[in-house]
């Protein structure tokens, strides 16, 4: 559910976008960090849709601190993490970029499902105070509206794109079914009009079906 939740919002490994490049700056400065990611966690990795201080693109998914923290609804915090015994034998801890602290804020969506995480990394151990933890999750949450202006735009697009053009009453004919379309042609289209429309059918006879099925003027 979650990794289709991902999937939805067509994030992954797209280009960098200035939105979320102002949020890890802003969160770096705020958390007084010199590395901080927007991080989404796939099946097998994490990879960094924005990032400061960071030369690589993504990481192995069982070496991301951001792997537990899409398991929680609050900001994790780990203050050293050599002491640690999840994270003390982590590469990314004994080895480049040499990680002691680390504190991400899920990316959660409107239906309760961790994505990622915007965290803020350090070199030498430390905290952050009440401000700090509430600005960087304020911050996360504009990560995720980011994320929904992303998904709706895209499914207006395609709402847009799939035809749904039928609008008001369209005459159909009671016999054959065939419709009478905006040029006056009748042709079948129940399918078409079934799959990309809202419109509703009035009942008509056809210039054909008349013929067929009323008596003639006159008889």
Known sequence: ???AALQRYRILDTAAEAAYDDIVRIASFICDTPIATVTFIDEHRQWFKARIGL???ETSRD???CAHTILRQDTMIVED???DDRFAQNPLVTGDPGIRFYAGAPLVTPDGLGLGSLCVIDRQKRTLGATQISALESLA???VANLELRRTSAELVEAMTSAKTLTGLL????RCKNIRNDTGYWQRVESYVKEHSEAK???ELCPTCSSKHLPKTGE
């Open 1 to 3: 559910m979650r990794l």
């Open 55 to 57: 030369n690589s693109s």
């Open 63 to 65: 070496l991301a601190f």
């Open 81 to 83: 993490a050599t002491q």
């Open 141 to 143: 949450r504009m990560v």
């Open 171 to 174: 005459p159909i004919c009671i």
């Open 201 to 203: 059918f009035t009942m």
